[in-house]
C-alpha cells in the first residue's frame, strides 16, 4: 500500500490535510502545514489539529504493525504540549513501544521546523482479531 493509500484510509485525515512522509512498521513519519484555519486563538497551531496529526501517524504505525487480517481501535491516548506554533510546518513521527497479540502502544512526537518539540502523544489501541 503506499502513503497516499495509507491516508485514503482515514478520511479526516484527509480532509485535515495530512501527509505521509515515510510508512514502516518501526518509523512513521508525516507533517501538517500551518494554515489560518487550523488555527486557535492567537493563531497559534490548535491543538486538535496537532492531535489528529498524532492520532492519524499513530494509527498508520499501529496498523503496519498488526498481525495478519487484524484491525485495531484507539482505547487511550495522552497529549503533552510542549510550544504553540505560529507558522510552517510540524512533523509527527510515531515508532512503537509494544505490538503484541492484544495491544499496541506508540509514541508520537511532533517537531517543528526548527526540530523543536511540539507535542508528544502516547497511544494505546486494542487489537482486533480478524
Not at 507533517?31 to 486563538?41: G, V, Y
Not at 498488526?66 to 513521527?93: C, E, M, N
Amino acid at each position: 500500500m503506499d502513503l497516499e493509500q495509507l491516508v485514503a484510509t482515514m478520511p479526516f485525515a484527509v480532509h485535515t490535510g495530512i501527509q505521509l512522509d515515510s510508512a514502516a512498521p518501526e518509523q512513521v513519519v508525516g507533517h501538517l502545514d500551518w494554515d489560518s484555519h487550523r488555527t486557535t486563538a492567537g493563531n497559534g497551531m490548535h491543538g486538535g489539529a496537532l492531535m489528529t496529526l498524532a492520532d492519524s501517524v499513530g494509527a498508520v504505525c499501529a496498523f503496519l504493525n498488526l498481525p495478519p487480517g487484524a484491525s485495531t481501535s484507539t482505547t487511550s491516548s495522552s497529549t503533552v504540549f510542549t510550544r504553540g506554533v505560529r507558522k510552517g510546518t510540524v512533523t509527527a513521527t510515531a515508532r512503537p513501544l509494544h505490538a503484541g497479540r492484544s495491544t499496541i502502544a506508540v509514541v508520537t512526537e511532533i517537531r517543528d521546523d526548527e526540530g523543536r518539540l511540539v507535542a508528544q502523544v502516547t497511544a494505546s489501541q486494542a487489537v482486533l482479531g480478524p
